[in-house]
């Protein structure tokens, strides 16, 4: 099993420290990003989370997943593989 997880609708207002102290409530956390937008800097609503192990990453997501955080319920997943486009 995977480790790292996808956390989707996250509210714009969300740090990482912010996002990496929910998740650590939960198991190790050993990287947290939110992605911005190249042009504009801004954030784009989800992020990454990469935890010590499998077990953290499966108790991350029964956890967390639904569970509001800054007034938007966060999707918790593992991770997919970014698919090469044509």
Do not use: C, W
């Not at 499998?54 to 029964?62: G, H, L, M, R, T």
């Amino acid at each position: 099993m995977n480790n790292k997880l996808f956390v989707g609708n996250l509210s714009f207002k969300v740090e990482e420290a912010e996002l990496q102290e929910v998740f650590s409530q939960t198991g190790s956390v050993l990287s947290v990003a939110i992605p911005t937008d190249k042009y504009t800097g801004k954030k784009r609503g989800f992020g990454f989370v990469e935890m010590a192990s499998a077990e953290d990453a499966e108790q991350a997501i029964k956890a967390l997943h639904g569970r509001a955080l800054a007034g938007r319920e966060m999707s918790v997943n593992l991770a997919r593989p970014k698919t090469r486009q044509d």
